[in-house]
């Protein structure tokens, strides 16, 4: 899961996408209305974080523009403005939920799954194959021999091959799901992250396997299929 997070406060930024990222989310974070149109430009988000009160704008008017243009994407907005009509404005224009400064993190992370859970954009509770499965809403991993811990990077690869399982999925789209919004620099962690994943299956979950397709990507298959 992909999100974005536009918010000018960078100790909020900070904090905050360092506990999404600790909830296995690919987190890019911005701080001006321009830099979030062309965020959402360039690429595929599955929620957007935004903060209201912005150096070069008010944050309904990229709501008001993903609604008009009618872009089902998740808006959780986040804001120090708490009166009653003020949430309403942003309810009605088509804000999905509403979280008031200063919040709590275990909240945030409670409304975001429950956002993703009932989004247009979502997919079934669990991903199995090969006796692997995967529950999307805790991020829990279970085999044959139990439960699988896997770090956040190392459950987002997995995430990604069961999605495509039986099917290649190219390195390239591992590296933009791990990569910062304008940070390329992610080679390295896939395939540190995918070499990781791949003695964890070994170890726990023997009946499949991470092969790699040189030059291309990875594919999670079932072996003596």
């Known amino acids: ?44 988000y599955d929620l957007l974080l935004l903060d209201l009160g912005l150096p070069d704008g008010d944050g309904l008017e990229i709501l008001r523009q993903l609604r008009d243009g009618k872009s089902a994407l998740p ?17 009605d224009l088509g804000a999905d939920d509403y979280l008031v400064k200063p919040f709590n993190n275990g909240e945030l992370l409670a409304r975001i799954r429950a956002m993703l859970r009932r989004s247009p954009q979502a997919v079934m509770p669990e991903l199995a194959f090969g006796g692997i499965a995967l529950q999307l809403a805790t991020g829990q ?31 390239r789209k ?37 092969e790699t397709i040189r030059g291309v990507g990875y594919m999670l298959r079932e072996l003596g299929s």
């Open 1 to 44: 899961m992909r999100i974005l997070m536009i918010e000018d406060s960078p100790r909020l930024t900070e904090l905050v996408g360092e506990t999404l990222r600790g909830a296995g989310y690919a987190v890019d974070t911005l701080s001006t209305l321009a830099e979030g149109r062309e965020a959402l430009a360039l690429a595929a």
């Open 75 to 91: 808006v959780l907005v986040l804001t120090a403005r708490g009166a009653v009509d003020e949430r309403i404005t942003g309810l």
């Open 141 to 171: 991993v279970t085999c044959g021999t139990g439960e699988l811990a896997l770090a956040p990077r190392e459950r987002a690869v997995l995430e990604m091959l069961l999605r495509s399982a039986g099917q290649v999925v190219l390195k």
């Open 174 to 210: 591992i590296e933009h799901a791990f990569s910062e919004f304008g940070d390329e620099r992610s080679a390295n962690a896939v395939e540190l992250a995918v070499s990781r994943l791949r003695k964890k299956l070994e170890a726990g979950a023997p009946s499949v396997a991470i």
